[in-house]
Nanobody, 114 residues
Framework: VQLVESGGGLVQAGGSLRLSCAAS????????MGWYRQAPGKQRELVAR???????NYADSVKGRFTISEDNAKNTMYLQMNSLKPEDTAVYYC?????????WGQGTQVTVSS
């Protein structure tokens, strides 16, 4: 499975971005999907996750601001990011996980200026 992220960029604090993760084939019904991020000098952290059953969970730091969703018809996962803060600056990665299978995208840079 190949995962390709897009939608990153430079935005001012308080602004919004929507990230997309396009999967090379239909996997959302069998895999848990997630968005992770890694800021310079920090470990990669989970931002949001959606299970194959549709349950979602979010990092405390993004609750109420970010929304994860899937479009099964387009094999695409999204991360709507609102009220962005400078501390949201990071490379954002898409992930698909099922058992021993663990796929990552190449990442997309999000930079939030103050």
């Amino acid at each position: 499975v190949q995962l390709v992220e897009s939608g990153g960029g430079l935005v001012q604090a308080g602004g919004s971005l929507r990230l997309s993760c396009a999967a090379s084939r239909s996997i959302f019904s069998i895999a848990d999907m997630g968005w992770y991020r890694q800021a310079p000098g920090k470990q990669r952290e989970l931002v949001a996750r959606i299970t194959s059953g549709g349950s979602t969970n979010y990092a405390d730091s993004v609750k109420g601001r970010f929304t994860i969703s899937e479009d099964n018809a387009k094999n695409t996962m999204y991360l709507q990011m609102n009220s962005l803060k400078p501390e949201d600056t990071a490379v954002y990665y898409c992930n698909a996980f099922r058992g021993a299978l663990n796929f990552w995208g190449q990442g997309t840079q999000v930079t939030v200026s103050s």
